[in-house]
T-cell receptor, first 114, second 112 residues
Framework: GENVEQHPSTLSVQEGDSAVIKCTYSDSASNYFPWYKQELGKRPQLIIDIRSNVGEKKDQRIAVTLNKTAKHFSLHITETQPEDSAVYFCAASIPNFGNEKLTFGTGTRLTIIP | DSGVTQTPKHLITATGQRVTLRCSPRSGDLSVYWYQQSLDQGLQFLIHYYNGEERAKGNILERFSAQQFPDLHSELNLSSLELGDSALYFC???????????FGSGTRLTVV
């Protein structure tokens, strides 16, 4: 099955600086890569996703890049703000005729230092 | 409110007991997924149902079972509970496949 590795496990960034979180996946058939943000005690929320036919996607201060050859994808947050502090999870799924499931990375705890 | 409803929000029970967690998906969503999140850990996939049928199983213990009913709500049954079963249990729903996966607020289970 799919295996997703995520680094770093913790990341502290000065407010206003950029943060980058990286994930690698094992199965080259994976074609969907979402990122979720989970604030303390709350549910994971989808913040951005990318499909394998696209190399990069942006949404205001966040962007995701995908390198299919190397089987890795990254989340970039620019101009970080205190409300960006949370745990971020990457995930991947393999197409399977409606039987897809998301395999999650182990999470990155991002702390924005005011 | 995400539209995915999980009850109860909190549950405290003793070892050896059995509990049932309930999930109502967003209106129109046919898929329900269950995940377990232990303290400071990632999200471990348990099971996926689509329109009443089991579609995929992950690392779900034999003591755990689930079903999806004709009205599309799902229940996760946990029996012979152990201390290590203490965790947040999330369900997520989607129309079809994983795109547009929406999580519920979770049930925090504490086994004492």
């Amino acid at each position: 099955g799919e295996n997703v590795e995520q680094h770093p496990s913790t990341l502290s960034v000065q407010e206003g600086d950029s943060a980058v979180i990286k994930c690698t996946y094992s199965d080259s058939a994976s074609n969907y890569f979402p990122w979720y943000k989970q604030e303390l005690g709350k549910r994971p929320q989808l913040i951005i996703d990318i499909r394998s036919n696209v190399g990069e996607k942006k949404d205001q201060r966040i962007a995701v890049t995908l390198n299919k050859t190397a089987k890795h994808f990254s989340l970039h947050i620019t101009e970080t703000q205190p409300e960006d502090s949370a745990v971020y999870f990457c995930a991947a799924s393999i197409p399977n005729f409606g039987n897809e499931k998301l395999t999650f990375g182990t999470g990155t705890r991002l702390t924005i230092i005011p | 409110d995400s539209g995915v409803t999980q009850t109860p929000k909190h549950l405290i029970t003793a070892t050896g007991q059995r509990v049932t967690l309930r999930c109502s998906p967003r209106s129109g969503d046919l898929s329900v997924y269950w995940y377990q999140q232990s303290l400071d850990q990632g999200l471990q996939f348990l099971i996926h149902y689509y329109n009443g049928e089991e579609r995929a199983k992950g690392n779900i213990l034999e003591r755990f079972s689930a079903q999806q009913f004709p009205d599309l709500h799902s229940e996760l049954n946990l029996s012979s509970l152990e201390l290590g079963d203490s965790a947040l249990y999330f369900c997520a729903s989607s129309v079809y496949g994983v795109g547009g996966y929406t999580f519920g607020s979770g049930t925090r289970l504490t086994v004492v």
